[in-house]
């Protein structure tokens, strides 16, 4: 099973910036779907972006949209959310995670279509 490292989380103002990278430990991992997901205090884990193994094509939920941008780099075995114009409302643990199933995409995402989860990375906006 592939491991995941994300990196890149920590405390920002309203309308700042972050970059979280996630590292995988296998080449392999250029053949899934990668995707971003996060968690709030109190609340349940939710899709955040997603990109494909191929073009790559890239789909986010709708309050990210326009914010946030994934991306990732198969030389490196990596993946990024680049997140701009953040808000107090993005606050969470932001979590990378791989595709189940190697060679396919859809254009909607959910927890269970993955499998592989990395451990975590705080994401905290001050108003």
């Known amino acids: 099973q592939v491991q995941l490292v994300e990196s890149g989380g920590g405390l920002v103002q309203a309308g700042g910036s972050l970059r979280l990278s996630c590292a995988a430990s296998e080449h392999t991992f250029r053949n899934y779907v990668m995707g971003w997901f996060r968690q709030a205090p109190g609340r349940d884990r939710e899709f955040v972006a997603a990109?494909?193994?191929?073009?790559?094509?890239?789909y986010y939920t709708d309050s990210v949209k326009g914010r946030f941008t994934i991306s990732r780099d198969n030389a490196h075995n990596t993946v990024h959310l680049q997140m701009s114009s953040l808000k107090p409302d993005d606050t969470a643990v932001y979590y990378c995670?791989?595709?189940?199933?190697?060679?396919?995409?859809?254009?909607?995402?959910?927890?269970?279509?993955?499998?592989?989860w990395g451990q975590g990375t705080q994401v905290t906006v001050s108003s």
């Open positions: 990109i494909s193994w191929s073009a790559p094509r890239t």
């Open positions: 995670a791989v595709h189940k199933t190697p060679w396919y995409e859809s254009t909607r995402y959910g927890l269970t279509d993955f499998n592989s």
